[in-house]
């Protein structure tokens, strides 16, 4: 029997709460089995920003979602070829994992720029959006087709960006779980 799979990618630099909290979301939602939180290597839209390491974005990612049942950490886009194009961490799910439906999981803000993303209307073709609200996100710039694939869940957004744990200019021990924040101070990161 096949699970209902939600895909949460990102290059979690560092992964906070609020990411955390929005897989709880997906998770209480009742569409979804399973999460599987997809470590992206180097984002094409990101390519040289990433400010850790993967080996250190993926010990952190662990660390933050030990306690979530249900959610899995995935390093599955680290062997595709490079770039992993959304559409392409897609494909090969969906060929390796025929019995499971897969959606993609966002934040709100996605949403509303979706259709930028590379071949946005053939992921659209192949599972449809799940979307938790970010503060002060507004859908009224998505385009249509987009909205017409997006399930939006309940979910109290967390106003938090990796940006902003990296800069310093919010606070990290607030913002990250305690052993990510125990992790990034051992080892020096940002």
Same mark, same amino acid.
């Given at each position: 029997?096949?699970?209902?799979?939600?895909?949460?990618?990102?290059?979690?630099?560092?992964?906070?709460?609020?990411?955390?909290?929005?897989?709880?979301?997906?998770?209480?939602?009742?569409?979804?089995?399973?999460?599987?939180?997809?470590?992206?290597?180097?984002?094409?839209?990101?390519?040289?920003?990433?400010?850790?390491?993967?080996?250190?974005?993926?010990?952190?990612? !662990?660390?933050?979602?030990?306690?979530?049942?249900?959610?899995?950490?995935?390093?599955?886009?680290?062997? $595709?070829?490079?770039?992993?194009?959304?559409?392409?961490? $897609?494909?090969?799910?969906?060929?390796?994992?025929?019995?499971?439906?897969?959606?993609?999981?966002?934040?709100?803000?996605?949403?509303?720029?979706?259709?930028?993303?590379?071949?946005? !209307?053939?992921? $659209?073709?192949?599972?449809?959006?799940?979307?938790?609200?970010?503060?002060?996100?507004?859908? !009224?710039?998505?385009?249509?087709?987009?909205?017409?694939?997006?399930?939006?869940?309940?979910?109290?957004?967390?106003?938090?960006?990796?940006?902003?744990?990296?800069?310093?200019?919010?606070?990290?021990?607030?913002?990250?779980?305690?052993?990510?924040?125990?992790?990034?101070?051992?080892?020096?990161?940002?």
């Amino acid at each position: 029997m096949g699970k209902r799979i939600g895909i949460f990618g990102g290059s979690f630099d560092p992964v906070h709460t609020g990411h955390v909290e929005a897989v709880a979301s997906f998770l209480n939602s009742g569409l979804l089995d399973e999460v599987w939180v997809m470590l992206t290597p180097d984002p094409p839209h990101k390519l040289g920003k990433s400010k850790a390491s993967y080996s250190h974005r993926h010990a952190m990612l !662990e660390l933050a979602f030990a306690d979530l049942d249900s959610a899995f950490v995935s390093t599955y886009e680290k062997d $595709l070829p490079y770039p992993s194009y959304t559409l392409q961490t $897609l494909t090969h799910l969906i060929q390796d994992y025929p019995v499971h439906t897969f959606f993609l999981c966002l934040g709100g803000d996605s949403v509303s720029h979706f259709h930028e993303w590379y071949k946005f !209307e053939d992921i $659209l073709g192949i599972c449809s959006l799940i979307a938790a609200e970010r503060p002060g996100n507004s859908t !009224e710039s998505a385009d249509p087709r987009v909205l017409e694939k997006t399930i939006f869940v309940e979910h109290i957004p967390l106003d938090i960006s990796s940006t902003g744990v990296r800069s310093g200019t919010i606070d990290k021990g607030y913002h990250l779980p305690e052993n990510v924040e125990h992790y990034i101070s051992k080892h020096k990161l940002y």
